[in-house]
């Protein structure tokens, strides 16, 4: 759990660098003085800028208004699948009126969790999460916004509920952690893939099999901060400013120049998520 040990110290700069799935509020972020410290750090290492996502109305009001805050943070609002349950017509109004707002660059977090029913005490049961789910994709669509999928252990449904329901133009699969035929599924259908610190992990065999196989153009990066820091810092806490631990990780997987590929995905995240260069 983030907290045990100290935080990492800060990577050599890689720039340009943008945080494409990162929870500033979790991260501790409070005010817009606590928001621009964060980003600061971040940018002092070539992350300049970063999407700063909900998983509850609380914090997708905390996220637009941080993306109102500081020019560097965008925002993504959603309940996220295991609250599923949560999404009352009254929620349903406010995340709309949300997810509507200039700062808002995409739907999500929202998608299938299969692994915490059961274990969390009120987390939405598997059918609630297919309902928010279906709900959250016409929401992307009717306001052409970008749909930001969390899949754990839901490869199948996941895949099959966008069929169903029409995916929006653009998905993408954050913090991907499936296998190479999952990678492949994706990249087949034009889905986006983003990786966090898990690729860094060496016994994530299938998952660094996975990130290897994906087009340059269908590739985001990102921390899922305070959550996955990156290796040698796993259990610390993790903010924006440890992508390009991450960045370096994945580009010797790919076999690619860690610049170029800082350039690549910074490049995909301004076109997918409409930010201006
Ligand atoms: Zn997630
Ligand atoms: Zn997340």
């Known amino acids: 759990m983030p907290g045990k040990r100290p935080a990492p110290e800060p990577p050599e700069p890689l720039a340009p660098l943008i945080d494409a799935h990162t929870h500033l509020d979790a991260c501790g972020a409070e005010d817009a003085e606590s928001v621009a410290a964060m980003v600061d750090r971040a940018a002092a290492v070539g992350v300049g800028r970063v999407v700063t996502i909900a998983d509850d109305l609380d914090a997708a009001r905390f996220a637009v208004t941080a993306a109102h805050w500081d020019p ?42 299969y692994y915490w029913p059961g274990k969390l005490d009120g987390c939405a049961a598997v059918e609630d999460q297919v309902e928010g789910f279906r709900w959250h994709i016409d929401l992307a669509k009717r306001l052409d916004k970008p749909l930001m999928i969390h899949n754990r252990e839901a490869d199948h449904d996941v895949l099959a509920v966008l069929l ?24 087949a259908e034009g ?33 899922d901060a305070p959550f996955l820091t990156p290796h040698p810092f796993r259990g610390a806490p993790n903010e924006p400013y440890c992508l390009p631990y991450t960045v370096r990780a994945l580009a010797g997987l790919r076999g690619q120049d860690p610049t170029d590929l800082a350039a690549i995905t910074t490049a995909n995240a301004e076109r997918i998520y409409r930010l201006p260069r």
């Open 72 to 113: 560097r943070v965008y925002a993504a609002v959603a309940l996220h699948p295991t609250r599923a349950n949560a999404l009352d017509d009254a929620t349903r109004a406010e995340l709309e009126k949300l997810a509507a707002d200039e700062r808002v660059v995409a739907v999500g977090e929202t998608g299938l969790d």
């Open 164 to 187: 169903d329901e029409g995916a929006p133009e653009t998905v993408i699969f954050h913090c991907f952690s499936s296998d190479a035929n999952m990678a492949q599924a994706c990249v």
């Open 191 to 223: 889905y986006v893939l983003s990786f966090s610190g898990t690729v860094s992990f060496k016994n994530a065999h299938e998952l660094r099999d996975a990130a290897t196989l994906v087009p340059d153009e269908q590739i985001l990066v990102e921390t």
